[in-house]
């Protein structure tokens, strides 16, 4: 995997988003590597039930999207519209929307290596945590109450005063 993205690492490529046919991921990817364009579809896990039974699958975190990376200068838009499973690459107006390298590598660094979306580590209630973001950035939190939409309830001292407040569940690391 590792000789892979190297193969692709150009400094010249952007990520763009290109819109997938219906159940042609693979497909589009496949037709894509063998021109040599790097891609990236990250997965998540998904539990549904299915005639009287709970099935987990990984389906794609954006459906109907992958992300590619190519140099639009080489003349590759047009190949890649030419995919077969691509339908297109998304644009505003006639110019291809690129997407900022960071929200790709931010991304990629939340999962795994097949591209499957890692679920954040929950801290414990009692625990000490640092807040990674927002105003409170850096502040020493203890974890109150954990909530099952992802959203974790600390206490923080402001002033003196024990203060109640709602996190993201990725918005904390351990102290």
């Known amino acids: 995997m590792a000789s892979f993205e190297q193969e692709f690492s150009a400094e010249d490529t952007a990520w763009y988003l290109a819109q997938i046919k219906p159940q042609a991921y693979r497909i589009a990817e496949r037709n894509l590597h063998r021109q040599k364009i ?14 009287g039974r709970f099935v987990t699958r990984d389906v794609p975190l954006f459906p109907g999207y992958m992300f590619v990376a190519f140099d639009i200068t080489s003349g590759a838009l047009r190949q890649v519209n030419a995919t077969l499973g691509v339908n297109r690459i998304v644009t505003v107006g006639d ?3 690129d997407i900022p390298r ?10 795994d290596d097949s591209g499957r979306l890692e679920v954040p580590e929950t ?34 001292d402001l002033l003196g005063r024990k203060t109640r407040l ?6 904390w690391r351990p102290t």
């Open 95 to 97: 110019t291809p929307a």
């Open 123 to 156: 801290p414990s209630i009692g625990e000490e945590v640092t807040l990674v973001t927002g105003p409170f950035a850096d502040f020493v939190a203890t974890v109150e109450k954990l909530d099952p939409d992802q959203r974790i309830w600390v206490l923080i």
């Open 102 to 111: 960071h929200v790709v590598e931010g991304l990629r660094q939340r999962c």
């Open 38 to 51: 790097e891609t990236f579809l990250p997965v998540h896990s998904v539990t549904r039930k299915e005639r």
């Open 166 to 171: 709602a996190i993201d569940g990725d918005a």
